[in-house]
């Protein structure tokens, strides 16, 4: 070992552990607790896959998690094509945009949303007004408020993964399809969006992990009537102190993430996005 390669190892030390420390040694300890509270054994784990209650949030949060994706990438892959498409100055003043919910805090903008949705608010004062509609709709404390809130929280972010993927995409590639007679419609379908598999596939991939562990808005926007996998964790830590169910079920959540990047990293098109990023 070189005397460079001792001093990048040497270097390395302190962050591996602070990371031991601070973020394996505590994960260590959930795994520990599933199965030790209140008795050693599975008991946390039989009654998390036996638990009817437990069911119904996991096909909630799988549900919220779903469409929160789809409609999250169909939008933000709209928005960062027209982003690719601008000109300097007018994409200059859009990246600003999309950016600025980065500053605003994640409760500012949950409780922005229900002054929207609400039955007096912003959009129900504004249909009843205009004559669209005679009673107010229920657009909050529903799965629907909680998935309006997600993706405009999960937007920015793929976004801007998107937007990094389209504007490496060879200019030179749709200009030779235009040469070719290829209409608009067909150029999209057989080169932008193939080209665009990498990025498509690490947003989506992005969001729905993201998604599994949503907590705050979740619990704002659904007001408890929309109950997903990390609020119920918070509510049995917190409330009803059955930190074995909670750990067992935060145990298992963990581990379906790992699986599902382990899966993912596997297809061609996130490596292909990988290995774009070393190059």
Do not use: K
């Amino acid at each position: 070992m070189s005397s460079f390669q001792r001093w990048a190892f040497g270097l390395t030390v302190p962050a591996a552990l602070l990371t031991i420390c601070l973020y394996v040694v505590p994960i260590l300890q959930v795994l520990a607790l599933s199965f030790t509270e209140p008795t050693f054994g599975f008991g946390n784990y039989v009654e998390m896959f036996g638990s009817a209650a437990i069911g119904r949030v996991v096909r909630t949060t799988i549900i919220v998690s779903a469409v929160t994706t789809v409609l999250t990438i169909v939008m933000s892959y709209a928005v960062a094509f027209a982003l690719v498409h601008m000109r300097p100055t007018a994409r200059r003043v859009a990246l600003f945009m999309v950016m600025v919910p980065f500053w605003v805090s994640v409760l500012v903008r949950a409780f922005a949303w229900i002054t929207i949705l609400r039955r007096n608010g912003v959009l129900n004062s504004a249909l009843v007004g205009s004559g669209a509609i005679t009673e107010p709709l229920e657009l909050v404390y529903n799965q629907f408020g909680v998935i309006v809130g997600m993706v405009h929280y999960m937007m920015p972010f793929a976004i801007l993964l998107l937007y990094a993927n389209l504007s490496e995409i060879d200019p030179r590639i749709i200009q030779a399809a235009r040469s070719l007679g290829a209409r608009p419609v067909a150029i999209f379908a057989r080169v932008w969006l193939p080209l665009s598999m990498p990025g498509l596939a690490i947003a989506g991939l992005f969001i729905v992990i993201f998604s599994l562990g949503f907590l705050v808005t979740p619990a704002i926007l659904g007001a408890g009537r929309v109950l997903m996998v990390a609020e119920y964790i918070s509510v049995q830590i917190s409330s009803t102190l059955r930190w074995g169910v909670a750990t067992a079920l935060s145990t298992t959540l963990l581990l379906v993430v790992g699986v599902l990047i382990a899966v993912a990293v596997r297809s061609p098109a996130l490596r292909a996005a990988f290995e774009g990023g070393r190059r």
